[in-house]
C-alpha cells in the first residue's frame, strides 16, 4: 500500500512523525496504541528494528513512551485488492521484547 500511495516503502521514523507533529505542542507523553507491521520479512524487519531500539526513536520523539502492539491478522478485508494484512510479529521481533523486558525488570528491582 505505501509504494501504491507514496510511491516508495515508508520507514517507522516517517509514518510517525507526521502524526507526532500534531501532538507534540502539548508537551505530554505520547503513546501508540495498536501498531502494526505487515509485507515483506524485509520491510517487516527494517521497522522492528527502528521501534525496538529505543535510542533510534527516543532522539526524534522524546515524547513516545510505550508502543502496543497490534498482534494478530486484521480481521477485515482492506479496499482496493489489499486483502487482510496479518499484524503478527515474528518470532525474531518477540524475542527482542521478551529480551528488553527481561532487563528492564532487572533494572528496576536494582
Not at 507526532?20 to 505542542?25: E, F, H, I, L, S
Given at each position: 500500500?505505501?509504494?501504491?500511495?507514496?510511491?516508495?516503502?515508508?520507514?517507522?521514523?516517517e509514518?510517525?512523525?507526521?502524526k507526532?507533529?500534531?501532538?507534540?505542542?502539548?508537551?505530554?507523553?505520547?503513546?501508540?496504541?495498536?501498531?502494526?507491521?505487515?509485507?515483506?520479512a524485509?520491510?517487516?524487519?527494517?521497522?522492528?528494528?527502528?521501534?525496538?531500539?529505543?535510542?533510534?526513536?527516543?532522539?526524534?520523539?522524546?515524547?513516545?513512551?510505550?508502543?502496543?502492539?497490534?498482534?494478530?491478522?486484521?480481521?477485515?478485508?482492506?479496499?482496493?485488492?489489499?486483502?487482510?494484512?496479518?499484524w503478527?510479529?515474528?518470532?525474531e521481533?518477540?524475542?527482542?521484547?521478551?529480551?528488553?523486558?527481561?532487563?528492564?525488570?532487572?533494572?528496576?528491582?536494582?
Amino acid at each position: 500500500m505505501d509504494v501504491d500511495y507514496w510511491g516508495r516503502e515508508r520507514r517507522f521514523g516517517e509514518a510517525l512523525n507526521e502524526k507526532y507533529q500534531r501532538v507534540a505542542g502539548f508537551g505530554k507523553p505520547v503513546m501508540i496504541a495498536e501498531l502494526g507491521v505487515a509485507g515483506s520479512a524485509d520491510y517487516r524487519r527494517t521497522w522492528y528494528k527502528e521501534i525496538l531500539d529505543q535510542q533510534t526513536y527516543r532522539r526524534a520523539f522524546p515524547l513516545l513512551t510505550t508502543v502496543v502492539f497490534f498482534n494478530d491478522k486484521e480481521p477485515y478485508k482492506w479496499p482496493l485488492g489489499y486483502g487482510s494484512p496479518d499484524w503478527r510479529l515474528d518470532k525474531e521481533a518477540l524475542k527482542v521484547l521478551a529480551d528488553r523486558q527481561t532487563k528492564e525488570a532487572a533494572e528496576l528491582a536494582d
